[in-house]
């Protein structure tokens, strides 16, 4: 009996591969601070959960496939605060941006065709490749320059007829870079001038750090044929648990393809789009206090990890995320020895590897990604265990 | 811009195909009964509702991947009750029976990779199959046998280098077959003479029907290393809009490659898995009274399909479906003519046509699936409409 190819050719998401570790350190009573994934502390908007608390169904019954219609209606207000022209037609309600992600890899793209991506990325998506057996094509953007956009030439050498779309993630996840309207331009017109597809994951749209302005990819209207906007409610309202999310995107047949997708898993879960819809009428302010806090975390981390001796962070501008490199010799390694070997005063800390988060194989060895989803407080004795284990570490594994 | 083939080459799934003139007919004022879609009008139980109403988690925060330890710990209680000896560590809770069966066919397939699966079978698996661009060869069972097993050498004649697995569904979707102790034993034997797996879709475990006695292939522990099962709350509970489901198997290695899906796609819905915790408190009597009631309604409608004129009707034992044959020349022309163009007293059925639930060109065209999900007077309104349908078709279209 064999297992596919497709599936043995890539390992766990190491977001989560580590996790049998952080359950043997809390076995031991160490607390494990998660660096690791992007679950915010933030409380979901009371009036979501209240929602759900007033679910008052007699069946939970199948939906639309496209998503619940209120929902499908709703979206469009909230895309408007932003300028931007939406209609529930031009939506398809998804189970987390994940499913958003994975409809529109199988829409665009045959076996082994490619999709070209900024490298680091959200590793997630290869796992996504791997099983509709696309392959990623990196472009890679390098903590140096603040990992903004590589030149655009970059992107074109890689253009072939294999290629169904770029894709992006702004603000991104793990670099926290936002990028710019110019750049956003160069790569629309690029994708014009080779007849291909953007993609663009805006999943923490509102997370955009020192008053720096968030261009949507919906806003380019010229060039809405050709986009497709990766949504989600997940991060914006802390409700990851929901997995609801949306794909977006004016061509129609796109659309009418994806629905296919969409059809054959029948819907949406009922109950996570009700609390959608509760969640769309959160008031702004919400939104406002949830970005100023995880501005003060940014700061927080980032001049907590810079006097480390050397620690290089990356320059993070939107989203929650940061890329540090460290002065180890394998992140990943160093990644299991905090939690299998260490601990400061009974804590510890997880931290997501990020080999994984580059398809250039050797790339990204010494580097860790840090969700910055934690109270500053918490975030203070995690960057603690942070500069204690690396001493741990150079000395007791590295010798040094 | 191209899409890609892999999408292109599938039709929406018939089931909900026909949903824009059904939407139409009821603008115009005209009722629709629903034969189309396995969505029950029996009430989730009452406690699903209510753990729904007591949710209170102020985060609603992301899952294990592998499921809520709560549920995968509960479940092995449920299959007890069957005399099945199923840990919480070969459960995989899924968004949905649908992901178990995407996450089996990517488990097991690359790319033109074949399943074997008789036909007619529950479409949208052809989706999954089309998606994950894998090949469906059929068997056909046959409506004068019952929708029986096929001879175990029609199996075998089909099995190449490239048969990942044989997928059942029992009882049998759309067909009503419940698969015999014996059928699935030598189905199981043909597997480990060509050492392939034998993935079975149970979810319509309970509803067998005239004391028919189910059995589950997880009772096969001799063979359980080539066994996955797929397994839903949707339609034992009612509940088909959560979209919770599992894939049951002992084989670590599938469990290990199929976590990796999993985790890519982050964790299945929160609040719908603590509905589905409470599902599983369910007093065994409402089973027993679903099975009844969904007994009581196909002995009606079976009887009621076969004093039409002409109509064939298998010979259904259990699920919540069977298939018709109509005396008529195309079954989606006939579904749609039903939505679009007649009426009885206001009234109409939907019906989803049978052609898509066979591999085979041609197969199913005079048949429809008929979902028997409303209650005994609805029933014999649908059937009514349906009888009257049929004279106005055969007259209007046919010129009979």
Chains 1, 2 share one sequence.
């Not at 993609?199 to 750090?209: A, G, H």
């Not at 050797?362 to 109270?375: M, P």
Request: with cysteine; charged share 25%; proline share 4%.
């Amino acid at each position: 009996m064999q297992m596919s190819n497709r599936i043995t050719a890539f390992q766990c998401s190491p977001i989560r591969r580590l996790s049998p570790y952080a359950r043997d350190a809390v076995r031991r009573g160490v607390k494990v601070y998660h660096l690791n994934i992007g679950q915010p502390d933030i409380k979901t908007p009371p009036q979501v959960i209240e929602a759900v608390q007033q679910y008052d169904h007699s069946i939970i019954a199948y939906g639309n496939s496209e998503g619940l219609q209120e929902l499908r209606e709703a979206l469009p207000l909230y895309y408007k605060k932003y300028g931007l022209n939406v209609d529930s037609e031009d939506i398809l309600v998804t189970t987390g941006g994940s499913e958003a992600l994975q409809f529109a890899f199988m829409t665009l793209c045959d076996p082994y065709d490619e999709i070209i991506i900024p490298e680091p990325y959200y590793t997630n998506v290869a796992s996504f490749a791997h099983s509709a057996m696309v392959n990623l094509v990196p472009v890679t953007s390098k903590m140096e320059e603040g990992f903004s956009l590589p030149d655009i030439s970059e992107f074109e050498k890689r253009i072939t007829r294999k290629t169904g779309a770029i894709l992006l993630c702004s603000p991104n996840n793990p670099t926290g870079h936002v990028y710019t309207k110019d750049e956003l331009l160069q790569l629309l017109q690029l994708c014009e001038k080779h007849d291909i597809f953007l993609i663009v994951d805006e999943v923490y749209r509102e997370f955009c750090y020192d008053g720096k302005e968030f261009t949507s990819i919906l806003s380019f209207e010229e060039f809405s044929d050709r986009i497709i906007c990766v949504d989600s409610f997940s991060k914006r309202y802390s409700m990851c648990g929901s997995r609801i999310g949306a794909l977006v995107s004016k061509n129609k047949e796109v659309l009418e393809h994806a629905l296919k997708l969409a059809q054959a898993r029948l819907c949406p879960p009922d109950i996570e789009q009700v609390a959608a819809c509760a969640a769309l009428k959160t008031d702004d302010s919400y939104l406002c206090e949830v970005r100023s806090e995880y501005e003060r975390r940014r700061d927080f981390i980032v001049n907590a990890l810079k006097k480390i001796d050397g620690v290089k962070v990356g320059n993070p501008k939107g989203a929650f995320y940061l890329v540090a490199e460290l002065p180890i010799d394998d992140a990943e390694r160093f990644a299991t020895f905090m939690l299998q070997d260490f601990d400061l005063n009974g804590e510890t800390v997880m931290v997501a590897p990020c080999e994984d988060f580059y398809v250039t194989e050797g790339l990204g060895r010494r580097q860790v990604r840090i969700a910055y989803v934690l109270n500053t407080d918490d975030l203070a004795k995690a960057a603690a265990c942070i500069e204690a284990g690396l001493k741990a570490y150079r000395s007791q594994v590295m010798g040094l």
